[in-house]
T-cell receptor
Framework: AQRVTQPEKLLSVFKGAPVELKCNYS??????LFWYVQYSRQRLQLLLR??SRESIKGFTADLNKGETSFHLKKPFAQEEDSAMYYC??????????FGTGTKLQVIP | SQTIHQWPATLVQPVGSPLSLECTVE??????LYWYRQAAGRGLQLLFY??????ISSEVPQNLSASRPQDRQFILSSKKLLLSDSGFYLC????????????FGQGTRLTVV
């Protein structure tokens, strides 16, 4: 079975401080990992995917197979980054499983 | 590009009443379809997914059921609602060509009173 764990329900950081949202996964094969974001009163949407190795809105995430982690990072937090962030995994049957989410609060 | 229509946007129902939430998808054919529930403190929970007409897989035992009468229609139902069924229900399907991702509808906020 595929599973994602996000240990932090809430993460508060000051504007300009670094951000790291933690995500650990379990899956026996080679999964695809994603981060989704939900801004206030907006649709839940894809932020980035590990296979693209991309940086979106200053966020990056590296897949560490040894530690089975996919932490989301940004060097300098902005107020507009405040949102709910979900880590997600997709393995067999293209089923997408989400973590419980972390609410990021950036303090001005 | 695809679009997902969910209705109603908000719903207040008494305990014990039936439920029917509808999701329709446009701009794609034979998609995998998903129902998720977003509840306070419990994150985003996969309830049902469907790989085709009449094919439904349930992820968690619960008071809800799902049906897929047409290729691009996915319905979430209950015969008798419980207080614990309150939450934000999201329908999703993969974007074309990206079968491992999820594109979400705007959701339905259900409050059971």
């Amino acid at each position: 079975a595929q599973r994602v764990t996000q240990p932090e329900k809430l993460l508060s950081v000051f504007k300009g401080a670094p951000v790291e949202l933690k995500c650990n996964y379990s899956y026996s094969g080679s999964p695809e990992l994603f981060w989704y974001v939900q801004y206030s009163r907006q649709r839940l949407q894809l932020l980035l995917r590990h296979i693209s190795r991309e940086s979106i809105k200053g966020f990056t995430a590296d897949l560490n197979k040894g530690e089975t982690s996919f932490h989301l990072k940004k060097p300098f937090a902005q107020e507009e980054d405040s949102a709910m962030y979900y880590c997600a995994i997709s393995g067999g049957y293209q089923k997408v499983t989400f973590g419980t989410g972390t609410k990021l609060q950036v303090i001005p | 590009s695809q679009t997902i229509h969910q209705w109603p946007a908000t719903l207040v129902q008494p305990v014990g009443s039936p439920l029917s939430l509808e999701c329709t998808v446009e701009g794609t054919s034979n998609p995998n379809l998903y129902w998720y529930r977003q509840a306070a403190g419990r994150g985003l929970q996969l309830l049902f997914y469907s790989v085709g007409i009449g094919q439904i897989s349930s992820e968690v035992p619960q008071n809800l059921s799902a049906s897929r009468p047409q290729d691009r229609q996915f319905i979430l139902s209950s015969k008798k609602l419980l207080l614990s069924d309150s939450g934000f229900y999201l329908c999703a399907c993969p974007p074309p060509g990206r079968s491992t991702e999820a594109f979400f509808g705007q959701g339905t906020r259900l409050t059971v009173v």
